[in-house]
């Protein structure tokens, strides 16, 4: 899950402290699984045949072997968020939090726009920028894996437009990006790019601003010169 880790250690790697859970032995070296979030969500499963990895599969459609049509179709058999419907593997395979935040800054598209209200033009740049994003970054990723093993595993990265750069400038506009968070996430869009300049209200402080929660950012920048 989200605090998991492999590392490739030398051969026959020890197990020491609460964090190594597991280490599987090669002749040149162990792969160790690792976990140091405190939710303990980490699990393993030992599947007979590939067909028996069917029985886990949640569903979601691969974006690569879909065309525009089958993609708004998956996308439409139920009215939600862009942000909820990206993020549902039983929608779309292969998508998390951070990457549907770097498509739909791509495709300058809200993350709580509905999918029931997009327009033909919204579907096409929305398709295209899931298929160029997750290239992309597939690109990168295995780029950076075929010179060493991927230590440094992360969701936020320097390269990334929206995902995890709260506060930071767009690289389209140059106007700050701002967050949505709840529970353990934290959703990053920008308002001029994606959302017409409209600030989305953030759960726990727009409760506790009420109507001074600024629908602008005019009215955000008010707010921080107050």
């Not at 993609?71 to 968020?81: D, G, I, K, S, V």
């Not at 160029?132 to 595993?153: C, I, S, Y």
Request: proline content about 4%.
């Amino acid at each position: 899950m989200i605090a998991g880790r492999l590392h490739w250690k030398a051969r026959d790697a020890k197990l020491a402290g609460r964090h190594n859970l597991a280490a599987f032995d090669f002749p040149d070296g162990s792969l160790v699984l690792t976990e140091a979030g405190t939710k303990h969500r980490a699990s393993l499963f030992v599947f007979g045949t590939e067909k028996d990895l069917d029985t886990v599969d949640p569903g979601g459609i691969d974006v690569f072997s879909s065309d525009l049509k089958s993609f708004r179709a998956a996308l439409t058999a139920e009215n939600r968020t862009l942000k909820r419907a990206l993020t549902d593997p039983r929608i779309l395979s292969g998508i998390g939090n951070a990457y549907s935040d770097e498509i739909l800054h791509a495709a300058q598209l809200s993350p709580i726009a509905q999918t029931h209200k997009l327009k033909p033009e919204e579907w096409e740049r929305l398709y295209q920028a899931t298929r160029e994003t997750l290239m992309l970054w597939t690109d990168r990723l295995t780029r950076e894996a075929n010179n060493n093993f991927p230590e440094k595993v992360t969701a936020f990265r320097k390269e990334m437009a929206a995902h995890g750069k709260f506060g930071e400038p767009c690289p389209r506009c140059g106007e700050k990006i701002q967050r949505i968070r709840y529970a353990d996430n934290e959703t990053n869009y920008c308002a001029r790019c994606q959302t017409g300049g409209k600030v989305l209200a953030d759960r726990s402080l727009s409760r506790l601003l009420g109507a001074d929660w600024p629908r602008t950012l005019d009215e955000l920048e008010a707010l921080k010169r107050k």
